[in-house]
């Protein structure tokens, strides 16, 4: 049975949910005050509606009501995420998750109703940080305070390497998901080889991995 979504607030971190909630092929509502937010959301699911968010006969009337999870997306109107929250805590909808910009209204925005708390722009700083950290870190996805998703860019001076070889979990408690070449991506194999100018994916401690990144781009060189 197909999930059904409601993205209340159609900015920049609203769209994009919307993009890739409708690559899913879930039900989505997308709803905005901003006609013309609402019309690129047209471009990409059916549903999408000139709204007030803070409506709460208005919400009830599309249907918003009997979605399985909302998002309240706005940033910059406190006012109107806390009027939206309430309102969808009142439907009895069972997740519902809030883009908080201002860390102080975390413990409000949980008390009124909200199940899971999203911050793009402390995600934001996190990811930027650890690429800037490491020169071989293409991308860093933060899954939680001790775990993490690293693109790794492979140096173009190392010798190729087996992934059976590497036996990246076992010496290093680090999980190889995926690699990257000339466009394509590989789900590797025991005998797959790991290029010069690859880019891998992994997952692990933020430790392990930095430690994995090392081995791989410097004790391998040729």
Not at 89 to 96: L, N, R, T
Not at 108 to 131: H, M
Not at 145 to 173: G, H, Q
Request: proline share 1%; glycine share 6%.
């Amino acid at each position: 049975m197909k999930k059904s979504f409601a993205v209340l607030g159609l900015g920049r971190f609203g769209l994009q949910l919307v993009e890739e909630l409708s690559h899913s092929k879930a039900d989505v509502i997308a709803l905005d005050a901003n006609e013309e937010n609402v019309t690129r959301a047209g471009e990409m699911i059916d549903n999408a509606f000139v709204c007030d968010i803070t409506n709460e006969a208005a919400l009830k009337e599309l249907g918003v009501n009997n979605v399985d999870h909302a998002i309240v997306a706005i940033g910059s109107n406190l006012h109107a995420s806390i009027l939206s929250t309430v309102i969808l805590k009142e439907f009895g909808i069972k997740k519902i998750t809030v883009r908080v910009d201002d860390e102080y209204y975390v413990n409000v925005i949980k008390k009124l109703g909200a199940t899971d708390i999203v911050s793009p722009q402390k995600l934001a700083g996190i990811r930027v940080a650890n690429k800037v950290i490491s020169d071989t870190f293409a991308d860093y996805y933060e899954i939680s305070s001790d775990y993490c998703i690293v693109e790794i860019t492979i140096k173009n001076d190392i010798n190729e390497i087996s992934i059976n070889d590497l036996n990246a979990r076992n010496n290093f408690d680090v999980n190889l998901l995926l690699i990257k070449r000339n466009g394509l991506v590989i789900s590797p194999k025991a005998e797959d080889i790991i290029k010069p100018g690859d880019n891998i994916i992994v997952f692990g401690t933020r430790a392990k991995i930095s430690v994995f990144d090392m081995f791989i781009n410097t004790q391998n060189n040729k």
